[in-house]
């Protein structure tokens, strides 16, 4: 029985006491996450405790979109046109410091792939692009099978995406 639920992130959840460690992340969180997910920018999603009480608590979150990337040259991409071309950007994702280091991080990329997954099967794109906060993180992601294509940039093709754990 899972003890985490994933969902998306509402009035109900306490952004304000949300602290990862990364002040742009906590900031993207606290003043913008929500606004971004009611206009439609992008959907940012929080894992909560399966019975939090109100407001409840965030250990952690991921925000997912739609983008176009110029990707010709990158692995995994032969053949695509001499144009833009729509992927799925894993946009912002932290977790709470009081649980770092016990898998939710795993746990939040395997979600964030298996929504790419589904968002690319109904309306179609090339893989998940993640741009990496910094350079110790592209070793995290590589673990994932993204491969750096340029800068912090990272990207996994459609056909690789698979949930590799279960919230559980």
């Not at 985490?4 to 002040?23: A, I, M, N, P, Q």
């Not at 894992?47 to 739609?66: C, D, H, M, N, R």
Request: glycine content about 10%.
């Amino acid at each position: 029985m899972s003890r985490y639920v994933l969902e998306k992130l509402s009035k109900e959840h306490d952004r304000k006491s949300f602290v990862s460690g990364l002040e742009s992340v906590d900031r993207y969180l606290k003043e913008t996450a929500r606004g971004h997910t009611e206009k439609g920018v992008s959907i940012t999603r929080v894992l909560t405790p399966l019975e939090a009480s109100l407001p409840k608590s965030i250990l952690g979150f991921v925000t997912l979109s739609q983008i176009s990337v110029e990707a010709r040259a990158w692995d995994g991409t032969k053949g695509l046109p001499n144009s833009p071309v729509p992927a799925v950007l894993l946009g912002r994702m932290g977790v709470a410091e009081s649980e770092q280091g016990k898998g939710l991080s795993r746990m939040l990329v395997a979600s964030a792939c298996q929504l790419a997954f589904d968002a690319i099967n109904a309306c179609g794109g090339i893989g998940m692009v993640v741009d990496a906060a910094n350079e110790d993180l592209i070793g995290f992601y590589e673990k994932f099978g993204f491969v750096q294509v340029e800068g912090l940039r990272l990207f996994l093709p459609a056909e690789s995406l698979k949930v590799k754990t279960r919230i559980e």
